[in-house]
């Protein structure tokens, strides 16, 4: 399948160039050129089906003419070797646990695919050149693509993140995991470390010395591979609930809208959802587009669910391309929320004090976003898109309680931080590479 760019300005590429590639040559996002339904025989044994099973179907669809059969069944399988359940909140009210992967949040599933989409693409070539992803990093990201990439072949990662600027429990993630991640730790704030890749994927000696690529969140790989566990969810809700599943609503913590967009892609495949709501924090761009018609992106302001911190949503213009840059269609099948950090912190403390599921600020928006605008009769899932551990202060001082950390999150912090030093300076930065 080839894909295009949705700027309309760069040739068509095949899924390994815009896998390698991250953005086309005109900016713009990839997007498949064909979206095909899943066949009704498939939504009938969904039930029945394992998770990387349901995950493997729905992965042929986009990937099947690309890799091989069995090349894509063990990088499902690998990818998801954690559960995403679903688990109920209350009588109308589920939640699709999304932080039982290593970094405890749902963007493990997206950039482990990726780093072992990435790995077989390599090997087909077997050129034995290892392959740099260099990724800057302002907490979170960097955790998912280093242990996302940890230990496959021909793949080395740079995670570059600004010193004494993250928190020592995202610092552990990516800092103690050895093997092919080096931490790089500038001396510096993060657009300091976004400009050093910028300037190393720009330099032309450094490229000819080195095979260097991207593990951007826009990346076709990393964004795709997130419909699997709306599907997973769709077949554990269809065995739990005896109604029929006409009146799910899927509501998604949004920040580039990478996750959203990826229910919505399974929507057009077939999966069976009313409708959607993207619930954001006092970042509302999207928010006022559903209610304007009008795309204003503005700088980011910063919350107490910071992942959501965005001014100009990347996915944005993928929604926008999917359903013709219809208002009409888009606001007909999405619906907005967005909460102030008060109502964040107030919600936090209501649904645990009735129901004693601990949300994080995240999930927060997305469970009440449905406790506002579930209408009789449906059914609402939302996302929770990271542990509440991952913000154990907040979390603790907004519940008053001492929250226990996940035992895979404890094992990060007991490992020994390893990283190398760097200034701001790209020349110091292009040294070191040069060395490698
Ligand atoms: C990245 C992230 C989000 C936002 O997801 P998008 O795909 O960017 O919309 C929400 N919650 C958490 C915890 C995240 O890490």
Request: aromatic share 12%; with cysteine.
């Amino acid at each position: 399948m080839n894909y295009y760019s949705t700027n309309g300005n760069a040739p068509l590429a095949s899924l390994e160039k815009a896998v390698v590639k991250g953005l086309a040559e005109d900016r713009g996002l990839y997007m498949p050129e064909r979206i095909e339904k899943l066949p009704k025989a498939f939504f009938e044994d969904i039930s029945s089906m394992s998770f990387q099973d349901i995950a493997y179907n729905v992965a042929s669809n986009f990937f099947g003419e690309d890799v091989d059969e069995d090349a894509l069944q063990d990088i499902v399988y690998d990818t998801l070797s954690f559960d995403c359940p679903v688990v109920k909140v209350t009588d109308n009210i589920y939640t699709l646990e999304l932080f039982h992967g290593p970094t405890l949040a749902f963007k493990d599933v997206g950039a482990r695919f990726m780093a072992r989409l990435l790995g077989y693409f390599l090997r087909r070539k077997s050129s034995g050149k290892t392959v740099n992803v260099l990724v800057a990093t302002s907490g979170d990201t960097g955790s998912a693509v280093a242990n996302g990439f940890l230990g496959v072949e021909g793949i080395h990662v740079y995670v570059l993140y600004p010193k004494g600027k993250v928190s020592p429990i995202q610092e552990c993630q990516f800092t103690t995991l050895g093997k092919n991640i080096t931490a790089i730790e500038v001396d510096g704030v993060f657009d300091d470390c976004q400009t050093l890749v910028k300037s190393a994927f720009m330099d032309k000696e450094l490229n000819n010395h080195m095979m260097l690529t991207s593990a951007n969140s826009i990346n076709v790989a990393r964004f795709l591979p997130q419909a699997f566990y709306y599907f997973n969810a769709y077949a554990r809700l269809s065995t739990q609930l005896s109604t029929s599943n006409s009146d799910l609503v899927m509501c998604v913590p949004s920040g580039n809208f990478g996750n959203i967009c990826a229910a919505l892609f399974g929507h057009e495949m077939g999966l069976p959802i009313k409708r959607f709501i993207a619930a954001n924090n006092a970042n509302d761009v999207f928010y006022n587009y559903l209610q304007t018609g009008k795309y204003e992106p503005r700088p980011s302001i910063q919350t107490l669910a910071n992942a959501m911190d965005v001014g100009d949503p990347s996915n944005f213009a993928r929604i926008y391309d999917l359903y013709g840059k219809s208002h009409e269609r888009i606001s007909t099948l999405i619906s907005g929320a967005k909460y102030q950090d008060e109502q964040i912190a107030e919600t936090m403390r209501q649904c645990y004090s009735e129901t004693g599921y601990i949300l994080d600020p995240h999930g927060a928006c997305g469970y009440r976003a449905l406790q506002e605008g579930l209408k009789d009769g449906e059914i609402g899932v939302f996302c929770e898109t990271a542990h509440p551990a991952k913000f154990k202060e907040k979390v603790d001082d907004i519940l008053g309680i001492d929250i226990e950390i996940p035992a895979r999150l404890k094992a990060f912090m007991e490992g020994e931080k390893q990283s190398v030093e760097m200034t701001k300076d790209f020349t110091d930065f292009k040294r070191f590479l040069m060395q490698q």
